[in-house]
């Protein structure tokens, strides 16, 4: 991302680079993030997807429930950890403060896979 963008490296703060690049293709969209909107860019961080085999019923406001319980529980449960979490239909998108913050939710998700296997 900071290459398509043209970021330096250890650059914190890419709005103006955010703009520059926007700005080459969508002059709307541009004055649309020029409203209020400020971005910075996460030194170090990781995304972890997980897909999970969801064993409850197929309706999407069961998943949904379920999907928004066990995103309150990882939050509570990685507090320092994880920077953005949000879910679709059958998968988290895990923003996770680093590397090692990624392996550690990882390692949950496997220790849960073999709970539920025995």
Not at 27 to 54: I, P, Q
Not at 63 to 71: D, E, G, I, M, P
């Amino acid at each position: 991302m900071r290459e398509e963008l043209g970021v330096e490296s250890g650059k914190k703060k890419i709005q103006p680079y955010l703009y520059a690049f926007v700005g080459k293709y969508d002059k709307m969209s541009l004055e649309l993030l020029a409203e209020g909107t400020a971005l910075s860019m996460v030194s170090n961080a990781s995304w972890l997807f997980v897909r999970l085999r969801s064993k409850i019923s197929s309706t999407t406001d069961k998943k949904n429930a379920h999907f928004y319980y066990l995103s309150r529980k990882l939050k509570e449960k990685f507090p320092q950890d994880i920077l953005f979490l949000s879910f679709d239909v059958d998968t988290l998108v895990i923003l996770c403060k680093n590397e090692e913050s990624k392996n550690r939710i990882h390692s949950h998700f496997h220790s849960i896979e073999e709970e539920q296997s025995v």
